[in-house]
């Protein structure tokens, strides 16, 4: 196929998609690119720890999470061109209560979506999500190595009704080697 030039935006309401191709079964998979948005578009809305949030449509949710309690967002219902962005504003230093982001209605994340995980500190995994998952779960250490501390964020885009994309800034810190997470 020729190589295309653009002069000027290229525009797309549902995400743009890469496409490949299994060499030896002809097998056709689908990547959608870009999950982590552009924020110039949100507002901003500060919370405090709280057992149960619903975050809403299009905002950043600057979250001082610390897990000394249990904390389960529900997200906004998927639908074409909203994002939800978690901005994690705290450290775990004493507590290990999850925090759990479950879908609303019968919405999903897309299937294969990745997360980092370090369950027993310095060996890391990648949990990868399964068919019909509607909930990312992140468990602290009682530490101030966390993955997702000061600073990181959790994106959440949707480019398909009924669908999340997820994507993750955690902390690139050589100590932020604990923090378990995972899809269910």
Same mark, same amino acid.
């Given at each position: ?77 998927? =639908? *074409?061109? #909203? %994002?939800?962005?978690? !901005?994690? @504003?705290?450290?775990?230093? &004493?507590? /290990?209560?999850?925090?759990?982001? +479950? ?18 500190? =310095? *060996?890391? #995994? %990648?949990?990868?999500? !399964?068919? @019909?998952?509607?909930?990312? &779960?992140? /468990?602290?250490?009682?530490?101030? +190595? ?39």
């Amino acid at each position: 196929m020729a190589t295309t030039t653009f002069n000027g935006p290229v525009r797309s309401e549902k995400g743009f998609a890469q496409i490949n191709k299994a060499a030896s079964t002809g097998a056709i998979t689908t990547r959608t690119l870009g999950t982590k948005p552009d924020l110039t578009s949100l507002t901003a809305t500060v919370v405090a720890t709280n057992a149960t949030l619903t975050y809403a449509a299009n905002v950043i949710t600057v979250n001082d999470f610390d897990g000394d309690v249990a904390q389960a967002v529900t997200l906004p219902a998927a =639908t *074409v061109g #909203t %994002i939800v962005v978690h !901005a994690q @504003s705290d450290d775990t230093p &004493t507590g /290990t209560n999850t925090l759990k982001f +479950t879908c609303a209605g019968s919405d999903v994340y897309r299937t294969g979506s990745k997360m980092e995980s370090r369950a027993t500190g =310095t *060996v890391q #995994t %990648i949990d990868t999500s !399964a068919a @019909s998952e509607t909930i990312l &779960t992140y /468990t602290p250490a009682a530490a101030t +190595t966390n993955s997702l501390t000061h600073g990181c964020y959790l994106y959440f885009t949707c480019h398909e009704k009924g669908t999340w994309n997820f994507a993750y800034d955690l902390s690139t810190s050589n100590l932020s080697d604990t923090g378990a997470a995972v899809w269910s």
